[in-house]
């Protein structure tokens, strides 16, 4: 028998693991940056078409929305090939709010990888770094008590508008407390599964008893 299938987590960091469904579909996400050498053959690539009587490569100094992946693969400090911009969630007046109070924000329409996102961000050498790190983490603490309150106060209920504004890490713990939620619920009415030896141990019993019957 197959055995099930169990999702890989993100990387959570700023390396992608190309392993999580997760972190493939958070790469894809556009960054918005400057084309500061000329790109050729990349026009059909980044959705430019190129005009009549003119190569299909981008020039310099274009401005450009690319995947997160292809951006960390163009991005070179010493050969200045692309420059890239904060997207605005993670600009100083965001970072203002968050600061205020992070639960407001719905981090979800903003942007659904917002943590996932943001850790990628500091591979871009950027002097704003230390500042988004920072608020990365505080948004996480101020945000994690209401996300598990909320999850471990919502049982047998619609859950979708607890979730709406909760970004897709915040949604993976969500769904962790509901069921630990629920699995106490069963364990509290009888309702556990019984624990029982695994099939390795049943057929070294069966064998140990074989050679004692031998």
Request: charged letters at 25%; proline letters at 5%; hydrophobic letters at 40%.
């Amino acid at each position: 028998m197959a055995e099930a299938y169990f999702p890989v987590g993100p990387g959570l960091g700023p390396e992608e693991n190309f392993l999580s469904l997760e972190d493939i579909l958070m790469s894809q996400e556009k960054l918005p940056g400057r084309v500061e050498a000329a790109l050729p053959r990349l026009a059909a690539v980044l959705g430019k078409g190129a005009a009549a009587g003119q190569s299909d490569g981008i020039p310099e100094g274009s401005k450009v929305e690319i995947p997160l992946w292809l951006a960390k693969g163009l991005y070179d400090n010493k050969r200045r090939i692309l420059s890239v911009e904060l997207p605005k969630i993670y600009k100083e007046g965001w970072r203002t709010v968050f600061s205020a109070d992070a639960n407001v924000v719905d981090l979800h329409k903003m942007g659904p990888y917002y943590y996932g996102f943001g850790s990628q961000l500091l591979n871009f050498d950027n002097p704003e770094n230390p500042e988004i790190a920072q608020t990365i983490l505080q948004t996480f603490i101020g945000r994690f008590r209401r996300i598990m309150d909320s999850s471990q106060n919502a049982y047998n209920e619609d859950t979708s508008a607890l979730v709406a504004r909760l970004d897709e890490l915040e949604r993976a713990l969500f769904r962790a407390g509901q069921k630990g939620l629920n699995d106490f619920q069963c364990w509290e009415k009888g309702q556990a599964s019984q624990i029982t030896a695994s099939s390795l141990v049943q057929n070294y019993r069966k064998r140990k008893f074989t050679d004692m019957d031998g």
